[in-house]
């Protein structure tokens, strides 16, 4: 069962725009939320996190927002640029374990 | 420079040929983990270890084994790998107090024949 899942496998944006990507998740229990980067040929590189007690958190062009009710945050990017294509993770904890669950990823390609 | 290192980062090998995948940090961690990538699937995380001789089943454990004898290295052991274990693994590190954020070595793709 998965319980983090990235409905979009693949995303295209022009350079300049808005890049959204998306996550549900099913557990309630998940308390921590984080995206990560992965470029080809390479590991997955933290990005951004938000806790479950906040609803945004924002770096630069990266802002995650949370919405707790419905089970879902989201990634935007602003402007995106070429050099943020890659395959996004979302991925979660929280409850007793000490384990990160990571979604099935989303391939953005940002096209100049 | 921190960094994961794991090696190989390819290979190829047939069924039932026991191989080990090294892992590496040179940032002190306590905690570090395995996973697997296939495609539809993401990262699955098959074990992890919060610190020298204290390892711990993830979500795919079945058909590998890990030990922790050192802080620094967590190798990854198929003692009679199959061809459903043909993936890419990446092997991970982090703080104990910061799990969530963890630095990921850059991937060892096998393929078993």
């Known amino acids: 069962d998965q319980q983090v899942k990235q409905n979009s496998p693949s995303l295209s944006v022009q350079e300049g725009r808005i890049s959204i990507l998306n996550c549900d998740y099913t557990n309630s229990m998940f308390d921590y939320f984080l995206w990560y980067k992965k470029y080809p040929a390479e590991g997955p590189t933290f990005l951004i996190s938000?806790?479950?007690?906040?609803d945004k958190n924002e770096d630069g062009r990266f802002t995650v927002f949370l919405n707790k009710s419905a089970k879902h945050l989201s990634l935007h990017i602003v402007p995106s640029q070429p050099g943020d294509s890659a395959v996004y993770f979302c991925?979660?904890?929280?409850?007793?374990?000490?384990?990160?669950?990571f979604g099935t990823g989303t391939l953005l390609a940002v096209q100049p | 420079e921190a960094q994961v290192t794991q090696n190989p980062r390819y290979l190829i090998t047939v069924t039932g040929k026991k191989l080990t995948v090294t892992c590496s940090q040179n940032?002190?961690?306590?905690?570090m983990s395995w996973y697997r990538q296939d495609p539809g699937l993401g990262l699955r995380q098959i074990y992890y270890?919060?610190?020298?001789?204290?390892?711990d089943k993830g979500d795919v454990p079945e058909g590998y084994k890990v030990s922790r004898k050192e802080k620094r290295n967590f190798p990854l052991i198929l003692e009679s790998p199959s061809p459903n274990q043909t993936s890419l693994y990446f092997c991970a590190s982090s703080l104990a107090e910061s799990v969530n954020e963890q630095f990921f070595g850059p991937g060892t793709r096998l393929t078993v024949l």
């Open positions: 991925a979660a904890s929280g409850g007793a374990t000490n384990k990160l669950i």
């Open positions: 938000i806790s479950s007690i906040k």
């Open positions: 270890s919060m610190n020298v001789e204290v390892t």
């Open positions: 940032m002190n961690h306590e905690y």
